[in-house]
């Protein structure tokens, strides 16, 4: 069993940092692999990053060098720091989990989800 508990998120100016948390309370498996979806309104979601349970790490082309993906493997948490924030990063943002490999752009959606917390960037 996964279940996926994220925190953070809210709102903040252009140029700010953010941080995002997505603690998996349930089994832990080594083979769990975990990612930053998001959402805007009126548009498809989109991967933000990926965390493999190699630990590789992926970024969307829109977010690299501003954001970072990290694992905390003791507390079971992924953690995204979101820096140098713009207008256009607002969405709700999404964890995800499954085993083995995750893309930015999955043919099959990942098979567990947080319940997704709203970022705000105001310009």
């Known amino acids: 069993q996964v279940d996926l508990v994220e925190s953070g998120g809210g709102s903040v100016q252009a140029g700010g940092s953010l941080t995002l948390s997505c603690t998996n309370t349930?089994?832990?498996?080594?083979?769990?692999?975990m990612a930053w979806f998001r959402q805007q309104p009126g548009r498809e979601r989109e991967g933000v990053a990926v965390?493999?349970?190699?630990?590789?790490?992926v970024y969307a082309d829109s977010v690299k060098g501003r954001f970072t993906i990290a694992k905390n493997n003791a507390k079971n948490t992924l953690v995204l720091q979101m820096d140098s924030l713009k207008p256009e990063d607002t969405a709700m943002y999404y964890c995800?989990?499954?085993?083995?490999?995750?893309?930015?752009?999955?043919?099959?959606?990942?098979?567990?989800w947080g319940q997704g917390t709203q970022i705000t960037v105001s310009s």
């Open positions: 995800a989990a499954d085993f083995g490999r995750l893309f930015l752009a999955p043919a099959i959606p990942p098979r567990y």
């Open positions: 349930g089994t832990t498996y080594r083979s769990l692999s």
């Open positions: 965390f493999d349970s190699d630990g590789d790490k």
